[in-house]
């Protein structure tokens, strides 16, 4: 399909529902190893709203890579590949546990551009999630599509110069990705299926999640103060991460708000992200 035709798919809207139960956030708490997490009780912790509204796809609707076909909200783009590439999020009212949910998605943009690897095409949504009428969320989500390639392993980068005030080692194993996809119900093969993803992805190992990353650098800054009151966080993937080798979580505060970095192998710059409080 031409990226004329796609961009027909800008304006389209989804509605879904939800309840905020309180056992994904404690399988959360669990997936993170608390005991007693550091978050505000009987709220939502900020990033945990990804844990809702999940896309109940018949099993007959799925890809040969896990995911459901495309061409029912998403654009049917042609390229095989697909990434979570980055979202910007604001917080505006707490979100009580037990509330009923509800959230409208939007394309708000279909772009094509040339990459390294080929062609590129870009898909932008706002998520807008309510609770009592008013608005408790709101995300914007870069979704990229990208060419096969013969290797999935990009070119190394160079080690970042940053440097981090406090920084935690962590190593994302099987167990850890399983369970992810589990509480997500995401079934990318990449994730969870070793076979698929180094024989027919191309990548050495399982992929870490683009948003599981992204929730360790929240968790990351929350452990150092769990008084922390986020207004915004934004998250960019630059390198993937995989099951074969530890990363750095890294942290440090500016003048008006916290860099957050994921330093992968070699010292590379995986992920950034910046946090602002209230």
Same mark, same amino acid.
């Given at each position: 399909?031409?990226? $004329?035709?796609?961009?027909?798919?800008?304006?389209?809207?989804?509605?879904?529902?939800?309840?905020?139960?309180?056992?994904?956030?404690?399988?959360?708490? @669990?997936?993170?190893?608390?005991?007693?997490?550091?978050?505000?009780?009987?709220?939502? %912790?900020?990033?945990?709203?990804?844990?809702?509204?999940?896309?109940?796809?018949?099993? $007959?609707?799925?890809?040969d890579?896990?995911?459901?076909? +495309?061409?029912?909200?998403? %654009?049917?783009?042609?390229l095989?590949?697909?990434?979570?590439?980055?979202?910007?999020?604001?917080?505006?009212?707490?979100?009580?546990?037990?509330? *009923?949910?509800?959230?409208?998605?939007?394309? &708000?943009?279909?772009?094509?551009? @040339?990459?390294? $690897?080929?062609?590129?095409?870009?898909?932008?949504? +706002?998520h807008?999630?309510?609770?009592?009428?008013?608005?408790?969320?709101r &995300?914007?989500?870069?979704?990229?599509?990208?060419?096969?390639?013969?290797?999935?392993?990009?070119? *190394?980068?160079?080690?970042? *110069?940053?440097?981090?005030?406090?920084?935690?080692?962590?190593?994302?194993?099987?167990?850890?990705?399983?369970?992810?996809? !589990?509480?997500?119900?995401? !079934? =990318?093969?990449? =994730?969870?299926?070793?076979?698929? $993803?180094?024989?027919v992805?191309?990548?050495?190992?399982?992929?870490?999640?683009?948003?599981?990353?992204?929730?360790?650098?929240?968790?990351?800054?929350?452990?150092?103060?769990? +008084?922390?009151?986020?207004?915004?966080?934004?998250?960019?993937?630059?390198?993937?991460?995989?099951?074969?080798?530890?990363?750095?979580?890294?942290? @440090?505060?500016?003048?008006? =708000?916290?860099?957050?970095?994921?330093?992968?192998?070699?010292? !590379?710059?995986?992920?950034?992200? *910046?946090?602002?409080?209230?």
């Open positions: 399909m031409t990226t $004329s035709r796609l961009e027909d798919w800008i304006g389209r809207e989804e509605i879904r529902e939800d309840v905020a139960h309180p056992g994904p956030v404690a399988a959360l708490a @669990a997936l993170l190893d608390y005991e007693h997490p550091p978050w505000h009780a009987g709220t939502l %912790p900020p990033l945990a709203h990804w844990l809702y509204f999940p896309e109940l796809a018949r099993e $007959s609707d799925l890809s890579d896990g995911h459901p076909r +495309r061409g029912r909200f998403l %654009p049917p783009v042609s095989p590949r697909r990434m979570w590439a980055g979202s910007s999020i604001e917080f505006h009212t707490p979100i009580k546990l037990g509330a *009923q949910l509800r959230r409208c998605s939007c394309i &708000e943009d279909v772009t094509e551009k @040339a990459g390294r $690897s080929g062609r590129l095409i870009f898909v932008r949504l +706002r807008d999630i309510e609770t009592s009428h008013r608005l408790a969320l &995300e914007w989500q870069d979704i990229v599509y990208r060419e096969a390639e013969t290797s999935s392993v990009p070119q *190394q980068e160079p080690a970042d *110069q940053l440097r981090s005030e406090t920084s935690r080692q962590m190593t994302a194993d099987s167990r850890l990705l399983f369970r992810y996809s !589990a509480l997500t119900f995401n !079934a =990318h093969r990449i =994730h969870y299926d070793r076979d698929y $993803s180094r024989s992805e191309g990548y050495p190992g399982l992929v870490v999640h683009g948003p599981l990353l992204a929730t360790l650098l929240l968790d990351h800054a929350l452990r150092m103060d769990p +008084r922390l009151q986020v207004a915004r966080f934004s998250f960019r993937a630059r390198l993937p991460v995989f099951d074969t080798s530890s990363f750095e979580l890294c942290l @440090a505060h500016g003048a008006d =708000h916290t860099r957050l970095w994921i330093r992968g192998p070699g010292g !590379a710059t995986a992920m950034t992200a *910046q946090l602002n409080t209230v």
